[in-house]
Antibody, heavy 119, light 109 residues
Framework: QVQLVESGGDVVQPGRSLRLSCAAS????????MQWVRQAPGKGLDWVAA????????YYGDSVKGRFIISRDNSKNTLYLQMNSLRVEDTAVYYC????????????WGQGTLVTVSS | QSALTQPRSVSGSPGQSVTISCTGT?????????VSWYQHHPGKAPQLIIY???ERPSGVPDRFSGSKSDNTASLTISGLQAEDEADYHC?????????FGEGTKLTVL
């Protein structure tokens, strides 16, 4: 069965960096686009970034553009999110999700990893 | 990149129907037939229940249905059950990005 397991969440100070990972299994990882979505405490879902199946195309939400980098290693079935210049408002649970349709719907999600940005 | 507009909360009794609206613009909801809905129980992974406006993934009960008119999409849940109590998030493709709604908390009375 499809499994997505995020890791790397931590408590970090503003301005620091952090890298999240998402280990995928149960499907052919290299055939599917992937995305990161986050949810701040008490807020709705917020789209962070997406990448095509081969990593050649990358897309970012306005709030993270220029600070976050999405990447993937298809040989390791792993998705990454490099988060730089972190801000307090980046505090959230970060989910990775598998894309499956032309409209970027996500049919499988991980359980999420918590990132807390605080001084 | 504004969030789509959803009611903060809705409620209904078991067996009743509820509809959750999701209003965007011609740049997102109105411009593409790529609206999806997610059910999210706190502490769990979100679950896709509707994609491409009206399509249901396999395993999702037909009590869940989606529609769209102009810039507003809707999710209707008929025959409400206790386990439907959750947060519901709409989502639309928007030309190389994705926009989510603010989320609606459904309470089953």
């Amino acid at each position: 069965q499809v499994q997505l397991v995020e890791s790397g969440g931590d408590v970090v100070q503003p301005g620091r960096s952090l890298r999240l990972s998402c280990a995928a299994s149960g499907f052919t990882f290299s055939r599917h686009g992937m995305q990161w979505v986050r949810q701040a405490p008490g807020k709705g879902l917020d789209w962070v970034a997406a990448t095509s199946n081969d990593g050649s195309d990358k897309y970012y939400g306005d709030s993270v553009k220029g600070r976050f980098i999405i990447s993937r290693d298809n040989s390791k079935n792993t998705l990454y999110l490099q988060m730089n210049s972190l801000r307090v408002e980046d505090t959230a649970v970060y989910y990775c999700a598998k894309l499956f349709s032309s409209g970027w719907s996500a049919d499988y999600w991980g359980q999420g990893t918590l990132v807390t940005v605080s001084s | 990149q504004s969030a789509l507009t959803q009611p903060r909360s809705v409620s209904g009794s078991p067996g009743q129907s509820v509809t959750i609206s999701c209003t965007g613009t011609s740049s997102d909801v109105g411009g593409y037939d790529y609206v999806s809905w997610y059910q999210h129980h706190p502490g769990k992974a979100p679950q896709l229940i509707i994609y491409d406006v009206t399509e249901r993934p396999s395993g999702v009960p037909d009590r869940f249905s989606g529609s769209k008119s102009d810039n507003t999409a809707s999710l209707t849940i008929s025959g409400l059950q206790a386990e439907d109590e959750a947060d519901y998030h709409c989502c639309s493709y928007a030309d190389g990005s994705v926009r989510f709604g603010e989320g609606t908390k459904l309470t089953v009375l």
